[in-house]
Structures are given as C-alpha cells and as structure tokens.
C-alpha cells in the first residue's frame, strides 16, 4: 500500500522558469493538502482540494501559484515565474475524508531550489 | 490568530534519559492537537492527537503527550530516548471547522531538532 508519492524529489529551477511538483495521493483518499516549509520554519498550509475541486486555498500566495486535482491523475501545484523566495520544501498530505478526526498521509516532499 | 510556539530550536539529550519537548498554543476553542516528527529526507509521520477526552494520550514509538489546557501545553514526552529517535518533531493545532477552520489547514510550530548523544 503505497503512501503519499511525490516527485519529484529535488527541483531546480531558474529564476523566471515555471515549477510544476506532482503529488498522487494514497489509494482511496480524494482529498490533498499542499504545504510549504521555509528553512528554519514549520510547514504553512497552502491549499486544500478535493477531486476537481479547490475547497479553501486561503494560505496561496495571490500570484503566480496555482494547484489542481484533476479527476485522472496526481494534484499538480504549478509555480510561474519563479523566484528565490519560492526556494522551500512543499509537501503533499492526503485524507480519505474531510473531517478532522482523519490523520493526515504526509509525502516526502518536493525540495524547490531557485538559481 | 490561532499560532503554535515551540520555544526549544534544538534539544539534545544522551540516548536512555528522558525527554520533554514543549508546545504551547494560542487557540480559543477545544484544539485539536497533534505532534509530527520528521526524520531527514522524510515526510511527516503522525506520533498522537489529541482531539477530546483523557488528556493523557499515547502514541506510537513510546511516546506520550499531556494536553494542560490552563497552561495551553500540549508537551511530548518519552521516559528513554533511543538513537533512532533523533528527528525534527513538530507540534500542530487544527482550528475547528465549527469556529470557522477549514479541514487540513494544520499550524504548525517551528519545530525542535532532537540530536542523541551515545
């Protein structure tokens, strides 16, 4: 039973270059958190989707960040224009239920360095 | 707002002594209370929650936590530290939806680095 993927794992990208990290989550879970962890913090809550659906995207930065969880296939969160300040580790989580009861499944993590 | 303190950056202990990492929260319902640790190169790995009920409880990997809720403390506890132990451990709140949080959106604190000596 494969846990949370992500890929991939180590990204580098040029300033002004797109960023587009892939999470598949858990089988039989539909719905998928993105998170963000600058050095030296603790992971921010980005987005939360479920199937097709954006559900609160309250912690993504207005500009240049999008996410997706099409109904075939992983969530992508795509990062235009990149700059150095995107420089972080993302990191996927996957519920098989929107209720706080469930735990969250944490993938490894994309490690996006910006030249 | 809702934020989650861990006053500790790095802690280190000699392996077999006890260990405590603080957490302290600001939140102003029932939280939900989680502590993560985070090995390098790792995802986060669930050790316990606390949601309602005996404020003692036991997670996995023999550790324990204790939610205080008159000292907003929600404290990791293990009584013998093993090498394997040594890892990133962080301290989470989850808002209630009731109040207006949305499911998923954890805060987390900064983390504690633990560090084992032999």
């Known amino acids: 039973n494969a846990g949370v993927m992500q890929n991939p794992r180590h990204l580098v990208r040029r300033r002004g270059q797109e960023a587009r990290l892939r999470c598949s989550p858990m089988k039989g879970h539909s719905h998928v958190y993105w998170y963000r962890q600058l050095p030296e913090e603790g992971l921010k809550f980005m987005v939360y989707l479920q199937k097709e659906n954006i559900i609160d995207e309250s912690g993504m930065p207005k500009e240049r960040f999008s996410a997706e969880f099409p109904k075939e296939g992983p969530s992508i969160l795509r990062i235009q224009q990149v700059v150095r300040g995107d420089s972080a580790a993302y990191f996927c989580?996957?519920?098989?239920?929107?209720?706080?009861?469930?735990?969250?499944?944490f993938g490894s993590g994309t490690q996006l360095s910006v030249l | 707002a809702q934020s989650v303190t861990q006053p500790d950056i790095h802690i280190t202990v000699s392996e077999g002594a006890s260990l405590e990492l603080r957490c302290n929260y600001s939140?102003?319902?029932?939280?939900?209370l989680f502590w993560y640790v985070q090995s390098p190169g790792q995802g986060l790995q669930l050790l316990l929650k606390?949601?309602?009920?005996?404020?003692l409880v036991q997670g996995i990997k023999g550790f324990e936590a204790e939610f205080k809720r008159s000292q907003s403390s929600f404290n990791l506890r293990k009584p013998s530290v093993h090498w394997s132990d040594a890892a990133e451990y962080f301290c989470?709140?989850?808002?209630?939806?009731?109040?207006?949080?949305?499911?998923?959106?954890?805060?987390f604190g900064k983390g504690t680095k633990l560090s084992v000596k032999p």
């Open positions: 989470a709140v989850a808002p209630d939806p009731y109040y207006g949080g949305s499911q998923g959106n954890l805060i």
């Open positions: 989580a996957s519920s098989p239920s929107a209720t706080t009861n469930e735990k969250l499944f």
């Open positions: 939140y102003g319902a029932t939280p939900y």
């Open positions: 606390y949601f309602s009920g005996d404020t």
